[in-house]
């Protein structure tokens, strides 16, 4: 005997009934398991009918299932990778008719024995001669008991015992005990019927049978009767059994105190139950394997002090926050597609679902507006005071209006993975059991917390004044005195955030072309800057899918010396240097690290962590269903093995458009370009991963020979510049690369530059060639290969990166940055009116804060990848200098 937990419901609960209403109402425990269920990779959710899905009456003609059962039922057959059933003593024909059940839903009748209408075909001569001798006693019984309901069935049938008493019961059993006596039937007692039949079959043996068909899926079994409890025997421990039954209330809980003999798990208190356990089963799936409604990438909107970033949804919640540095768990995670990952919510109390009116940010600022008609809030990261821990950070949120807000601090550090217990404090609530300090601080709010799944959620109401604003202050790391500025006078704090960043974009030069996006393009490259270090981020997010439900989910909050180097040379051309020198110091202790470890320049790795610290092992979040269902959700990334042989190039032009700059090249620079010409003159000849980092063997890729070409072209010109000692085979070395790029990677049948050495696949980054300098804009081989990728990558707004197999499965769309080049490819050729074209098409894709993810749908008309994507707000900064010049 199992043990058992017993909880129930009325029959109003069975109404509107979902995840919420299961939280509320179910055991705890079940409610558990039936959460880890939903998970599975292949499901079966199997029940019996009367008394399960459908109630016990007096007539089994009028046993109709509840409608809540019937839509659970057929939603769960509609999922990917799921399985519903319905296995009953009924007869195949009777189920279907009384059911109501789609053919995607699995009948079995007669405990297993009916599994098709023709059924009596299969039986086999002995069982065909039982069931004539079977139907023969029926008939008299029937004759001699005109009133006793006798269910036919094509095995055999049902004696229903319902109602009767007295001489009437026992005339009734007589009959049936003389019934089962007959050579070659079988009875099934249930509840007041018992099924005689001739096939030799179990619920169990059906349940089995299904499995094997279904090639194993974890089980969830349901029923009310004996004639269950061999399904529930046959149960592994990965699977759950639920029973029926009318046990009176006080017996519910307690161990084997029940007094309830079955194998099943748990105890359900009637078909009302069961349609709770099935609805949020369906509920809890369907968020399983697509993930919450989700919300387009480029809505989400970028918060940053230099250090921390953060991530608002539309709706003013904070969606991500990575702490203490960017690749770190993160506090709030429902990006990746679970509320249960970690939220923090502002909405109008009266009208929580209510859409905002605007959303913006203030000036030139990363101080985010999000209002409604009575309500708003603003959202910001402050810097790091004096004399608190490096790292630390105080997220700001001060709410005003003439109207009641509701607030939900739902913090979930390590993504969620782990249940949160939260502590009520005289100034706010704090996170407990956590390494780094988290505790959210507003003097003035009444906090209380409640029980929100496995975890404790905070909640509070505020009625807002106008002149007098709310201030929440979320203290990450200790920031005491960051957070006692922002309590004792939160608008000087926010005018001093507001006066540092509005001086940094007007110091800027920049482009006549959409001035004012680009404007917001370099701050957002400025807020994937990390200052304390230099290392400058690929994005903010992990896991953020290239194609929707799709497994091209990568973690981006990591440092690449090419995507750095490329940031920090669009911010120089803009005018602002000071990111290029943190990130070439970055660099710099990035290579002495290395020489500890008799590594040298050549010997890189593509990517680090903004503190330098080696990578995680690239690892798999199980626990969350991903953006849009889109999985795995990976943290850490392997391509930090790679052979990334271009990202010299990069690092040599960065040094140089700084030396420009400021007019002088210094010692320690040119050092490294010597070494970065070095590191070219050992390896350009070898075969690597290239610039996508396409997990399968390394080629001879025309963008990597080409870079290598300008760590060399690019050293020259500085030596030349800056009246430096040039190698004296470097000028050898550069047309030797050029004249091995020139014959080996055009492809005369293509009639373009192509991926790599031989091959004939197109790829959009071959349109350097022409972008780096190598070939004059005037080169046919160059125009050639612009009109290539024009004909062949591009889809309406939008280029891909190439259509060849990259060793992964599954779609993606097309990337910002390849728009970009296509953009100043067509300039440099002389087709300004199309290059102008494409810029106000991809200008137009721009999320309303200005934000711009990685790729792009053309068919779904939808963004896809990481957010912010510094490669693409790179490529529209440059796009727009090329159009502007």
């Not at 007869?91 to 059924?119: I, Y």
């Not at 005195?481 to 006078?489: F, H, W």
């Not at 004059?776 to 024009?790: I, L, M, Q, S």
Request: proline content about 5%; charged content about 25%.
């Amino acid at each position: 005997m199992s043990n058992h937990a017993h909880i129930g419901t009325s029959s109003a609960d069975a109404h509107g009934i979902g995840v919420q209403t299961a939280l509320r109402k179910l055991d705890p425990e079940l409610f558990r398991i039936i959460q880890q269920l939903a998970r599975a990779e292949q499901l079966l959710v199997a029940t019996d009918y009367d008394g399960t899905i459908a109630p016990i009456v007096d007539s089994p003609a009028h046993a109709y299932p509840k409608e809540e059962s019937v839509q659970a039922m057929r939603a769960l057959a509609e999922l990917d990778n799921t399985t519903s059933a319905v296995i009953s003593g009924r007869s195949l024909r009777d189920l279907a008719a009384m059911s109501r059940l789609p053919r995607e839903v699995h009948l079995v009748g007669s405990h297993g024995g009916e599994t098709d209408t023709d059924f009596e075909e299969s039986l086999s001569r002995s069982e065909q001669h039982a069931l004539s001798t079977l139907r023969h006693g029926l008939a008299s019984v029937q004759a001699a008991m005109p009133a006793l309901n006798i269910e036919p069935k094509p095995s055999g049938a049902a004696i229903h015992l319902r109602g009767l008493e007295g001489p009437q019961r026992r005339q009734a059993e007589e009959a049936v005990a003389r019934l089962e006596a007959l050579s070659g039937v079988r009875s099934v007692r249930g509840k007041e019927v018992v099924d005689l039949t001739v096939v030799d079959s179990t619920k169990g043996d059906a349940l089995n049978k299904l499995r094997r068909r279904l090639d194993q899926p974890t089980v969830l079994y349901i029923g009310d009767d004996a004639s269950d409890e061999p399904a529930f025997a046959s149960l592994g421990e990965d699977d759950l059994g639920l029973k029926v039954t009318e046990v009176a209330a006080e017996n519910r809980h307690g161990e084997n105190g029940n007094g309830v003999e079955t194998a099943a798990r748990f105890l359900l208190s009637g078909p009302d139950e069961v349609a709770l356990v099935l609805s949020s089963v369906v509920a809890l799936r369907r968020a399983w394997l697509f993930g919450k409604e989700a919300v387009p990438i480029e809505r989400y909107t970028l918060l940053s002090n230099g250090t921390t970033t953060a991530l608002v949804d539309p709706t003013a919640q904070i969606s991500w926050l990575p702490h203490p540095l960017p690749h770190s768990d993160s506090l709030f995670s429902e990006i990746l597609g679970s509320d249960d990952a970690g939220y923090f919510s502002v909405v109008p109390a009266r009208e929580p679902n209510a859409l905002p009116i605007s959303q913006r940010y203030r000036d030139a600022t990363h101080i985010l507006e999000t209002r409604w008609q009575q309500v708003s809030v603003t959202d910001y990261l402050t810097p790091v005071a004096d004399g608190d821990p490096a790292g630390s950070a105080v997220l700001v949120r001060a709410l005003k209006g003439e109207g009641e807000a509701l607030i939900r601090f739902a913090p979930r550090p390590d993504y969620g993975a782990y249940p949160v217990r939260l502590k009520l404090t005289d100034r706010g609530v704090r996170v407990r059991g956590v390494a780094e300090a988290v505790e959210l601080v507003a003097p003035d709010v009444q906090f209380k917390v409640i029980q929100d799944g496995e975890s404790e959620t905070a909640i509070a109401r505020v009625k807002l004044k106008e002149d007098a604003p709310v201030v929440l202050a979320l203290i990450l790391g200790g920031a005491e005195n960051t957070a006692a500025a922002v309590l004792e006078d939160e608008a000087a704090v926010r005018a001093s955030v507001k006066e540092e960043s509005r001086e940094w974009v007007e110091a800027l030069s920049l482009p006549t072309k959409a001035r004012d996006r680009v404007g917001r393009s370099a701050l957002t490259l400025r807020g994937l800057c990390h200052a304390p270090t230099g290392g400058i981020l690929a994005a903010a997010t992990t896991s953020l899918p290239e194609g929707i439900g799709g497994v091209r989910n990568w973690d981006y909050r990591y440092t690449w010396l090419r995507d750095g180097a490329l940031t920090a040379s669009a911010l120089v051309d803009l005018g602002s240097a000071a990111e290029a020198r943190g990130f070439l110091q970055w660099l710099d202790a990035i290579i002495a690290q290395a020489a500890e470890q008799d590594m040298t320049v050549e010997e890189l790795r593509p990517l680090y962590a903004v503190d330098g610290s080696q990578l995680v092992t690239e690892a798999v979040l199980e626990h969350l269903p991903g953006y849009a269902g889109s999985r795995p959700v990976r943290v850490g990334n392997a391509a930090e093995h790679q052979v990334q042989l271009d990202v010299f190039g990069p690092v040599a032009d960065l040094i140089v458009s700084l030396a420009r700059f400021d007019g002088t090249l210094s010692d320690s620079h040119w050092k490294l370009l010597e070494d970065l010409v070095q590191a070219v003159a050992n390896r350009w000849h070898q075969a690597d991963h290239g610039i996508w980092e396409a997990r399968r063997a390394p080629k001879h890729n025309v963008y990597t020979k080409v870079m290598c070409w300008q760590t060399v072209d690019r050293a020259l010109k500085a030596a030349e510049e800056f009246g430096r000692p040039a190698g004296a085979d470097w000028e050898q070395l550069r047309e030797d690369i050029k004249n091995d790029v020139c014959s080996k990677g055009f492809n005369s049948k293509v009639g373009a530059f192509t991926v790599a050495y031989g091959e004939d696949d197109l790829d959009a980054a071959c349109l350097f060639v022409g972008l780096s300098g190598m070939l004059p804009a005037d080169d046919e081989r160059f125009r050639a290969t612009v009109d290539a990728v024009e004909r062949s990558l591009r889809e309406g707004p939008t280029v891909f990166r190439y259509r060849y197999d990259d060793g992964l499965p599954g779609l993606e769309g097309g990337f910002h940055i390849c728009t970009s080049w296509l953009i100043e490819s067509l300039q440099m050729v002389g087709r300004t009116a199309d290059a102008r074209n494409l810029f106000s098409r991809m200008e137009a894709l721009i999320g309303p804060t200005g934000m711009l993810p990685e790729e792009y749908d053309p068919v779904a008309e939808r963004h896809l990848g990481n957010t912010p994507q510094a490669y693409s707000h790179i490529g529209h900064i440059k796009a727009a200098i090329a159009l502007s010049e």
